[in-house]
């Protein structure tokens, strides 16, 4: 298994940028889809954005497309969110997630097998 650490969250304005990354330690980085999910308060989680292995394919839940960009270093073992004109209802902790698999447009968290401790985003209006 992969062990995820993320970072990068914080307090911004609506309309606003934020980088989230995530540090993966272990072997074999590269053989990973890499997510990342949110979860707000007094909501269930929910997918936001997943790469492939090389980066080369990404899927993106509907109300994020446009404004975040998923990427991967795997040089670096780290991938990244970069979220633009980021919404207050974008607020929430954001996980990130590693999966053997690529699923097309279908992710669910149980498919991931390891996660990061999270990484608050809040988003002020």
């Known amino acids: 298994q992969v062990q995820l650490v993320e970072s990068g969250g914080g307090l911004v304005q609506a309309g606003g940028s934020l980088r989230v990354s995530c540090a993966a330690s272990g072997r074999a980085f590269s053989s990973y889809v890499m997510g990342w999910f949110r979860q707000a308060p007094g909501k269930e989680r929910e997918f936001v954005a997943v790469?492939?292995?090389?980066?080369?394919?990404?899927y993106y839940t509907d109300s994020v497309k446009g404004r975040f960009t998923i990427s991967r270093d795997n040089a670096k073992n780290t991938v990244y969110l970069q979220m633009n004109s980021l919404k207050p209802e974008d607020t929430a902790v954001y996980y990130c997630?590693?999966?053997?698999?690529?699923?097309?447009?279908?992710?669910?968290?149980?498919?991931?097998?390891?996660w990061g401790q999270g990484t608050q985003v809040t988003v002020s209006s």
């Open positions: 790469i492939s292995w090389s980066g080369d394919r990404t």
């Open positions: 997630a590693a999966d053997r698999r690529w699923r097309g447009t279908l992710w669910h968290g149980a498919d991931f097998g390891s």
